[in-house]
């Protein structure tokens, strides 16, 4: 299957990468058979990856990476590279590949350290591979001071050096940089296109397969969660249910201080096996004895790794409360297109109930401030706001209409 069935609903992209990934594979095939280089070609050394959550942008990257990679023989007859089943494109995928490297973080931002290590790998030749690909997944969480490593390695890339970076919108990155990318913008997918992946792909059934796309509005992964996640399925049902419990202030404070706990329940889970197995070999690494004492000189090693254990749980706790409150913004969504008496598709059918009764008891105007009220939310926990007080100033918010 060629790796540009991965790209759900993303025609106009994939077309661009079709056309880009040859002029690629004809730029290296004159280069090694010491021919003329094409004049025009839609091939260049950094691209920008742009588009909302769950529209594919990590995804469009890493296919675009395997296509670089590729070494079909199907190319010399015309074929697109990016077959999906040669060695090139199977590594590229799975995130082996000796020229493909993969960054994603689990902390709330990508420092100097980091990027100069990215920018000294850039400037190798390859190895085995037809490109030296680097794939930033989370461009935008790099600091300043990174932004500015990453920009001298943009502005001077080595020749067979290509950076595909992604990032929610161009506004999260350095103005310096991405004038020297190439931007694809991503859409959401089409809700079809979703649930079509899904009983294709993952075998899900139909019937659930367009529930969950309907409800996360084309968000690819929240969708597959959804459906293969018995837990996700809970808490975004108890999600759901939180405008119910805000009817007086006590509610409020009640419902904000459940959200949180179950976002760092969430976070412990995810982080305990984790954490633990990180522990117990940089303990080996560093020769623990017996009863894990470990050697003079390594309590450093030790703290650092807590410090980054520590962030990365904050992090996902932050994560999953924004998980939640995109939910809630879509359930109030709803409760505005009844009010309108909109024909837009209704995400949460489950809760149609609750819907028609919160539209009945109010006013579009209302729900307008109540959704407000919940981007207000987000940006807090963006600045670093105590998640308790953002979440409370939320919910007694939402009570007030």
């Given at each position: 299957?060629?790796?540009?069935?991965?790209?759900?609903?993303?025609?106009?992209?994939?077309?661009?990468?079709?056309?880009?990934?040859?002029?690629?594979?004809?730029?290296?095939?004159?280069?090694?058979a010491?021919?003329?280089?094409?004049?025009?070609?839609?091939?260049?050394?950094?691209?920008?990856?742009?588009?909302?959550?769950?529209?594919?942008?990590?995804?469009?990257?890493?296919?675009?990476?395997?296509?670089?990679?590729?070494?079909?023989?199907?190319?010399?007859?015309?074929?697109?590279?990016?077959?999906?089943?040669?060695?090139?494109?199977?590594?590229s995928?799975?995130?082996?590949?000796?020229?493909?490297?993969?960054?994603?973080?689990?902390?709330?931002?990508?420092?100097v350290?980091?990027?100069?290590?990215?920018?000294?790998?850039?400037?190798?030749?390859?190895?085995?591979?037809?490109?030296?690909?680097i794939?930033?997944?989370?461009?935008?969480?790099?600091?300043?001071?990174a932004?500015?490593?990453?920009?001298?390695?943009?502005?001077?890339?080595?020749?067979?050096?290509?950076?595909?970076?992604?990032?929610?919108?161009?506004?999260?990155?350095?103005?310096?940089?991405?004038?020297?990318?190439?931007?694809?913008?991503?859409?959401?997918?089409?809700?079809?296109?979703?649930?079509?992946?899904?009983?294709?792909?993952?075998?899900?059934?139909?019937?659930?397969?367009?529930?969950?796309?309907?409800?996360?509005?084309?968000?690819?992964?929240?969708?597959?969660?959804?459906?293969?996640?018995?837990?996700?399925?809970?808490?975004?049902?108890?999600?759901?249910?939180?405008p119910?419990?805000?009817?007086d202030?006590?509610?409020?404070?009640?419902?904000?201080?459940?959200?949180?706990?179950?976002?760092?329940?969430?976070?412990?889970?995810?982080?305990?096996?984790?954490?633990?197995?990180?522990?117990?070999?940089?303990?080996?690494?560093?020769?623990?004895?017996?009863?894990?004492?470990?050697?003079?000189?390594?309590?450093?090693?030790?703290?650092?790794?807590?410090?980054?254990?520590k962030?990365?749980?904050?992090?996902?706790?932050?994560d999953?409360?924004?998980l939640?409150?995109?939910?809630?913004?879509?359930?109030?969504?709803?409760?505005?297109?009844?009010?309108?008496?909109?024909?837009?598709?209704i995400?949460?059918?489950?809760?149609?109930?609750?819907?028609?009764?919160?539209?009945?008891?109010?006013?579009?105007?209302?729900?307008?401030?109540?959704?407000?009220?919940?981007?207000?939310?987000?940006?807090a926990?963006?600045?670093?706001?105590?998640?308790?007080?953002?979440?409370?100033?939320?919910?007694?918010?939402?009570?007030?209409?």
């Open positions: 299957m060629p790796v540009w069935d991965d790209l759900v609903g993303q025609e106009k992209v994939s077309a661009q990468l079709e056309a880009a990934a040859r002029d690629a594979d004809a730029l290296v095939t004159a280069v090694a010491r021919e003329p280089l094409p004049e025009a070609s839609k091939m260049t050394h950094a691209w920008l990856f742009t588009g909302p959550p769950g529209s594919g942008r990590s995804t469009a990257a890493r296919a675009f990476a395997a296509a670089l990679q590729c070494v079909s023989p199907d190319r010399a007859l015309g074929g697109v590279p990016g077959c999906g089943f040669c060695d090139g494109c199977h590594t995928t799975v995130g082996t590949h000796a020229d493909v490297q993969i960054v994603r973080t689990d902390l709330l931002s990508i420092g350290k980091e990027t100069r290590d990215l920018v000294r790998r850039a400037q190798l030749s390859p190895a085995v591979g037809r490109w030296q690909v794939v930033l997944e989370d461009a935008d969480r790099l600091t300043e001071g932004g500015n490593v990453l920009l001298k390695a943009v502005e001077e890339p080595a020749p067979r050096t290509v950076w595909l970076l992604c990032a929610p919108s161009i506004e999260d990155v350095l103005p310096t940089i991405r004038s020297r990318c190439r931007l694809l913008t991503l859409r959401t997918p089409p809700v079809e296109a979703v649930a079509d992946i899904l009983i294709r792909r993952d075998g899900i059934e139909p019937n659930v397969a367009h529930t969950v796309a309907r409800a996360t509005q084309g968000h690819i992964g929240r969708a597959r969660r959804l459906a293969t996640d018995a837990r996700a399925r809970e808490r975004r049902a108890a999600v759901l249910k939180l119910l419990r805000v009817e202030v006590g509610g409020c404070l009640k419902a904000a201080q459940e959200l949180i706990d179950s976002a760092s329940e969430d976070a412990k889970q995810l982080a305990e096996g984790v954490d633990v197995k990180e522990t117990e070999d940089l303990k080996q690494a560093m020769g623990a004895g017996q009863g894990g004492r470990m050697p003079r000189g390594t309590a450093g090693v030790m703290k650092e790794l807590e410090d980054r254990q962030r990365r749980r904050t992090r996902t706790q932050r999953t409360l924004d939640a409150l995109i939910d809630l913004t879509g359930f109030y969504r709803d409760v505005l297109a009844l009010q309108l008496g909109s024909r837009l598709a995400a949460n059918m489950e809760a149609e109930d609750t819907l028609e009764r919160l539209a009945r008891a109010g006013s579009p105007e209302s729900t307008l401030r109540r959704i407000d009220a919940i981007a207000a939310c987000r940006e926990l963006d600045r670093n706001v105590a998640p308790l007080l953002a979440v409370e100033a939320m919910t007694l918010a939402l009570r007030a209409g």
